[in-house]
C-alpha cells in the first residue's frame, strides 16, 4: 500500500464479464482513479452448502479525485459526424474534455478490461475454519496439494 492510499473494495457476486461494477470500473478509470494495486481483481468461487458462491472484489485507490473542467461548445452533431469524432482518436485527444472523447475513453477503457477478463478464471476458495486457500482452476494436483496442506 502506498502511503496515502486509501483503498476502496467494490464488491458483487455476478462473473466481472457480466457485472455492472465492471461498467463503473472502467469509468472510474478514465475519470482518473487508478487501480490500488498491480492485481485489483479477486474473482473467486467457493462452495456453500452445496452451492457454487461467486465473490468479486476490486481495489481501487479511493484517496484520489476525478476533476471535470468542462471546455467544450456547445453543438450538435448529427450521426455521421458523431462517429467520425467517436472513431477518430486525434480528435478525440484534441477535444479531451469532450463529452464524446469521454465516451471513446470509456469504451476502449471497457473493452480493454473485459479482454483481459476474458482470459481470467476464478480462484477456488477452499475454507478450514478461519484460513482459506486461493487455488487456480487450471493448477497441477500436485500444486493443489501442496495449497491444502498449508491449511
Same mark, same amino acid.
Given at each position: 500500500?502506498?502511503?496515502?492510499?486509501?483503498?476502496?473494495?467494490?464488491?458483487?457476486?455476478?462473473?466481472?464479464?457480466?457485472?455492472?461494477?465492471?461498467?463503473?470500473?472502467?469509468?472510474?478509470?478514465?475519470?482518473?482513479?487508478?487501480?490500488?494495486?498491480?492485481?485489483?481483481?479477486?474473482?473467486?468461487?467457493?462452495?456453500?452448502?452445496?452451492?457454487?458462491?461467486?465473490?468479486?472484489?476490486?481495489?481501487?485507490?479511493?484517496?484520489?479525485?476525478?476533476?471535470?473542467?468542462?471546455?467544450?461548445?456547445?453543438?450538435?452533431?448529427?450521426?455521421?459526424?458523431?462517429?467520425?469524432?467517436?472513431?477518430?482518436?486525434?480528435?478525440?485527444?484534441?477535444?479531451?474534455?469532450?463529452?464524446?472523447?469521454?465516451?471513446?475513453?470509456?469504451? +476502449? !477503457?471497457?473493452?480493454?478490461?473485459?479482454? /483481459? %477478463?476474458? =482470459? $481470467?478464471?476464478?480462484?477456488?476458495?477452499?475454507?478450514?475454519?478461519?484460513?482459506?486457500?486461493?487455488?487456480?482452476? +487450471? !493448477?497441477?494436483?500436485?500444486?493443489?496439494? /501442496? %495449497?491444502? =496442506? $498449508?491449511?
Amino acid at each position: 500500500m502506498k502511503e496515502g492510499q486509501q483503498v476502496l473494495f467494490l464488491r458483487d457476486d455476478q462473473p466481472p464479464l457480466k457485472s455492472d461494477l465492471t461498467n463503473l470500473v472502467a469509468a472510474a478509470l478514465v475519470c482518473g482513479f487508478e487501480f490500488a494495486s498491480k492485481k485489483p481483481l479477486l474473482d473467486t468461487l467457493e462452495e456453500v452448502d452445496g452451492q457454487p458462491k461467486r465473490a468479486v472484489t476490486w481495489s481501487l485507490d479511493g484517496a484520489g479525485k476525478a476533476a471535470f473542467r468542462p471546455k467544450f461548445q456547445e453543438g450538435t452533431f448529427d450521426l455521421a459526424e458523431f462517429r467520425r469524432c467517436f472513431e477518430s482518436l486525434d480528435w478525440c485527444r484534441a477535444n479531451p474534455d469532450h463529452p464524446i472523447a469521454y465516451l471513446r475513453a470509456f469504451s +476502449d !477503457a471497457l473493452g480493454s478490461l473485459r479482454n /483481459e %477478463l476474458k =482470459a $481470467m478464471k476464478p480462484l477456488l476458495m477452499i475454507r478450514k475454519g478461519r484460513r482459506f486457500a486461493l487455488i487456480p482452476q +487450471d !493448477a497441477d494436483p500436485a500444486k493443489k496439494a /501442496e %495449497l491444502l =496442506a $498449508m491449511l
